[in-house]
């Protein structure tokens, strides 16, 4: 019998699992573990192949596991969660023959080639060149970016902290918000806006900023706050958005992203209805002298539920893929 492999894409919050058979990209078995419930990846890992029913004659041989931090090291430590371990130990501790261990933004970025049209909502149009590079970017529980380029048997992946490259603000609202963030926590990156406790700290901002009151206490509730006709939670969404067409249209410039930019993560899926509402594509098209390069770029919001799961599946076996 083929044993199948292990795929996962763990986060701040959660670690996804599922099963791949070998040569083939589409996960099964996918089950999501809260991290908070594991005192680290081995543990978790074990508990999610009891769960599919593999003991230690039918548990896989070879994983590919992605993660939201730095991985190119044997010791990885999460950015957003307390996990850190040495890969060799957990190789042996799993009885793993192979290991995979990519950054969680270049499982992302490797899934776009696997994702089918309905997975895709376009919200600029562009000329995509099918062989130019591609961008991943997008806020969760931190600020994910990667990039992709073509090689000759396989698109090639780019790690990237770029999340916390230094915020910029381009108005005079912005000056002021990166006074109160710098003020908050000395050197603000992008990351500290554009992140789900993020969106929560720029709605406190501009509370702070207006002498209001805040309401909200969560980031779903400003979301919910804004839908319900906040103004002020309002003004946070929308802002929030324009930051991050900012931040990405200056991302596809630097990697020269004429293939595409896809944005990835789970709190944009849930903020489609804003993004036309917003000035995300004003902002990701005002660069200067620039402009026209990047209103060329067509960019894409990928709804795919576990995307992550898929690129894991991609890299297992794509010889680009350290």
Known sequence: MTRPALIGDI??????FALVTP???????????????????????RDYLARVGLDADTAPREACLAFACPTHTDRIQLSNNPWHFSRREV????GLTRLKVINDFIAQALSVSHLGADELVE??????????????????????????????????????????????????????????????????????ILCGQGLLDLYLAHCSLKGANPSCRTPPEVT??????????????????KILGDVCGDAAL?????????LCGGILPRLLEWLPQSRFVEAFTAKGRMSDYNRAIPVRVVTAPWPGLLGAAEALHNEEVE
Do not use: K
């Open 123 to 192: 919200i600029h149009p562009g000329i995509p060149q099918p062989a130019g590079p591609r961008l991943a970017i997008g806020p969760g529980t931190g600020l994910g970016m990667a990039g992709l380029i073509p090689t000759r048997h396989a698109w090639r992946p780019l790690g990237s902290e770029g999340g916390h490259a230094t915020f910029a603000p381009t108005d005079e609202r912005e000056q002021n918000l990166l006074r109160h963030f710098r003020h908050r926590y000395g050197r603000v990156s992008v990351e500290r």
């Open 254 to 262: 630097t990697l020269g992203a004429r293939g595409g930019v896809y």
């Open 224 to 241: 919910a706050a804004a839908a319900g006709g906040d103004a002020i939670a309002r003004d946070t969404l929308l802002r929030f958005l």
């Open 23 to 45: 040569g083939e990209h589409a996960p099964r078995e996918s089950i999501a573990l809260p991290c908070a419930d594991y005192p680290g990846l081995v543990e978790a890992v």
């Open 91 to 94: 190789q042996a501790a799993l």
């Open 11 to 16: 986060g701040g919050t959660n670690a996804r």
